[in-house]
């Protein structure tokens, strides 16, 4: 929610021992940016995570902390809980990941903070750059250069100074996805979600309900945190169903299971191919975002790298029970389709929610929702 902190830093090489086990709870993004900090410090961290996050694979980001001479005490599946063995003496590299992930490149560029020498990121397609962004709000030269028709090269080099700096937070455009498609699908729907990161790096969501007949509003609210705001209006729309660009699926990863939810809700069929990171998520999100649709009445099917939905033309039928599998937005999802189905959807559990989102009942609430548990 809102609120102010103060964060007092303690300079270049200043972290020390833990003193006790650091448990990150559900957040992937926490865990994995922390083993690409923390390696470049003398300092043996302990690291684990709930039962999703113990179940995530994280070989992706110590491969490449070990070909900077990190070391670590994970087993060969690569996943929590483990300790992060840190060293005053990695070594920069150049690193092509194997798959677009925005939280293997920012591992890799904070590790190269206290690296020696140029540490270098290529990407074939453009992953989010938030990091980049946060980066130079604290006063770190960074690199970036275009690399073919979608691809970036990101480059730092080791040993700057960060600079504090006062920030101010813009709205997540992941979290406010859920009030858009909840304006979109009421028949009243008129929604003005304030405050939202526009990053081209994020908006394939926004981009690909337009493209479904959404017409969102867009005015301009300025820059926070090297980033530009956004209000957002979303009024009550009759989608049809698309194909998602394959360009896009990087810069909507985390929407995937509310963009279900609306292709549920949409005239004719939406299909999603390339976005096989679906499968490593909070849960198989390919798997769970199909299994929610057909509990509640709609005709979904897997693919190996994506998911097809046959729309039903307006409200599914719902009055299913989604199994969540720890995964925060399966279950806000759910929710948001039980608001316009035909008949009430329920979830399992909704504890995991506040891993990325803890006012989502409250602000459902203000947009006239009935949630409650029982």
């Known amino acids: 929610g809102p609120g102010a902190w103060e964060v007092i830093g303690v300079g270049e090489k200043g972290l020390s021992q833990p ?21 470049g410090y003398p300092i043996n961290v302990e690291m684990t995570g709930d039962e ?9 980001i110590l491969k490449p902390l070990r ?19 840190g060293t005053e003496s990695l070594k920069a590299i ?10 293997v490149k920012s591992a890799v560029l904070l590790a190269g903070l206290n690296a020696d020498g140029t540490t270098i990121v290529e990407e074939a397609r453009q992953t989010r750059d938030h990091t980049e962004r946060m980066l130079r709000g ?24 960060l600079t504090a700096i006062d920030a101010a937070i813009p709205g997540d455009p992941s979290s406010a996805a859920f009030l858009v498609a909840a304006g ?35 005015e301009e609210m300025g820059d926070a945190a090297g980033e530009r705001l956004i209000n957002v209006h979303a009024g009550s729309a009759q989608l049809s169903g698309k194909p998602v660009p394959e360009r896009l699926v990087p810069s909507m990863i985390d929407e995937f299971p509310i963009l279900g939810v ?28 199909v299994a929610m649709l057909r509990a509640n009445g709609v005709d979904a099917e897997e693919r190996p790298d994506g998911f097809a939905v046959q729309g039903c033309g307006g409200p599914p039928p719902g009055g299913g029970l989604v199994e969540t599998r ?42 006239g929702a009935d949630i409650s548990e029982g």
């Not at 001479?69 to 809980?81: F, I, N, V, Y």
């Not at 150049?94 to 939280?103: C, F, G, I, M, N």
């Not at 304030?194 to 337009?210: A, C, H, Q």
């Not at 806000?332 to 608001?339: F, H, Q, R, Y």
Request: proline share 5%.
């Open 138 to 161: 604290f006063g770190v030269t960074v690199g970036t250069e275009r690399l073919g028709a979608e691809g970036v090269r990101v480059s730092l080099e080791g040993g700057q100074k």
């Open 52 to 60: 999703s996050l113990r179940s995530r694979p994280m070989n992706r």
């Open 262 to 289: 609306l292709a549920a809700f949409a005239e004719g069929e939406t299909v999603v191919t390339g976005a096989e990171e679906l499968r490593v998520k909070e849960s198989d999100r390919i798997g769970a975002v």
């Open 94 to 103: 150049t690193y092509v990941p194997p798959v677009a992930s925005a939280q």
């Open 184 to 218: 979109i699908l009421s028949p009243q729907g008129d929604v003005m979600v304030e405050g939202i990161m526009s990053n081209p790096t994020r908006s394939g969501f926004y981009d690909v309900v337009n493209l479904m007949g959404a017409h969102l509003g867009a």
């Open 326 to 367: 720890h995964d925060h937005r399966i279950a806000m999802s759910a929710l948001v389709m039980g608001t316009a189905s035909q008949n009430p959807v329920s979830v399992d559990d909704i504890s995991m929610i506040a891993t990325s989102y803890p006012d989502f009942l409250s602000h459902m609430a203000e947009l």
């Open 19 to 39: 003193e006790k086990d650091l448990d990150f709870g559900n957040s992937g993004t926490g865990s994995r940016l922390m083993m690409g900090l923390v390696s």
């Open 67 to 85: 070909m900077m001479r990190g070391l670590d005490t994970a087993g060969p599946d690569g996943q929590l809980p483990f300790a992060i063995v």
